[in-house]
């Protein structure tokens, strides 16, 4: 009698997984006029909420002319909210880029008690409205609020002024440089840390030659969504700006008031600048994303 090629047990399994594995291939095959159908409807949501509005943005913002759109960007009231709104965000940037690196540091090389409560702080603006985060510092710093006689005895101004705006903004955005970095440098482990220091190297040393060349793609990245956001933000800074026109209207801001007053092309004018800036931040948020892959999954040579 001649022996079957494997076990009659090992037979059945490889031929419940083989149909096992055609069941599957079958259910993620769909047929085409659903996938069709599928991939029509992802790209008609796209173009209804996303690209008809942005090209309707440049076509109201030149709908009088170059000239008229020139003549609205070039207005003192749009130079002094865009000068305010680089400025507020140049700010932002950097005191979430020194926080973000630090706090990414601290959660994943040390263990402390209070690091679970660190990493729920630093979620925190994306669980509150920016409105609620705007009022909260005018009752902290606003004439009627808990330091507002302190410091309108000392003549600091920090509501409806650069610093409310700044603290705002930091606010909303301070996530975004430590929440690309955390799980990253976790990934990485100390290995290379320990590494350096075991060779000699000075902790600085080690931070500037060791960590910040891995890390770098994810900081630019985080960077990238900390300055959009901080250029976009709308309702924490309205809640602290004041509206004072010319000296604490952001380019949101902005955009709003001469909307309100009719002015349309003006107002899409200072819009098309932010649509500007959000199609070369989904530019580079593409370019960084392939350098994140790379880094991650290195090509063999």
């Given amino acids: 009698m001649l022996l079957p090629a494997f076990p009659p047990r090992v037979g059945a399994f490889r031929t419940a997984s083989m149909s096992f594995r055609k069941v599957t291939s ?39 002319g170059l000239g008229a759109y020139f003549a609205a960007i070039s207005n003192p009231d749009a130079v002094a909210a865009i000068e305010l709104t680089l400025l507020a965000a140049a700010i932002s940037v950097g005191l979430n880029l020194v926080f973000g690196v630090l706090a990414a540091w601290a959660i994943t090389k040390y263990d402390f008690r209070g690091k679970s409560l660190l990493i729920t702080v630093i979620d925190l603006p994306f669980s509150v409205s920016p409105v609620i985060s705007g009022l909260v510092f005018v009752l902290l710093f606003g004439a009627q609020g808990y330091l507002g006689p302190w410091l309108q005895e000392h003549d600091i101004k920090i509501i409806f002024a650069l610093p409310g705006i700044v603290l705002a903004t930091v ?84 955009v709003e008031i001469l909307y309100n007053e009719y002015q349309f092309v003006s107002s899409f004018a200072i819009a098309s600048l932010l649509a500007m800036l959000a199609l070369i931040t989904l530019v580079a948020k593409t370019i960084l994303e392939r350098h994140l892959d790379e880094g991650q999954h290195p090509r063999d040579d």
């Fill in 26 to 64: 079958d259910a993620r095959a769909d047929p085409t006029p659903i996938r069709w159908a599928i991939i029509g409807i992802a790209i008609a949501f796209l173009a209804l909420f996303i690209v008809v509005p942005l090209l309707n943005v440049f076509a109201q913002a030149f709908a009088k």
């Fill in 171 to 254: 606010f909303v955005t301070f996530p975004f440089v430590a929440r690309e970095l955390i799980p990253l440098m976790r990934e990485q482990g100390t290995q290379d840390e320990e590494a350096a220091l075991s060779l000699g190297a000075s902790g600085l040393r080690t931070f500037f030659c060791v960590t910040l060349p891995n890390i770098k793609w994810a900081l630019l990245y985080g960077v990238l969504l900390c300055n959009a956001r901080a250029m976009g933000e709308f309702g924490a800074v309205s809640v602290v700006s004041g509206h004072i026109r010319g000296e604490t209207n952001t380019m949101p801001l902005l």
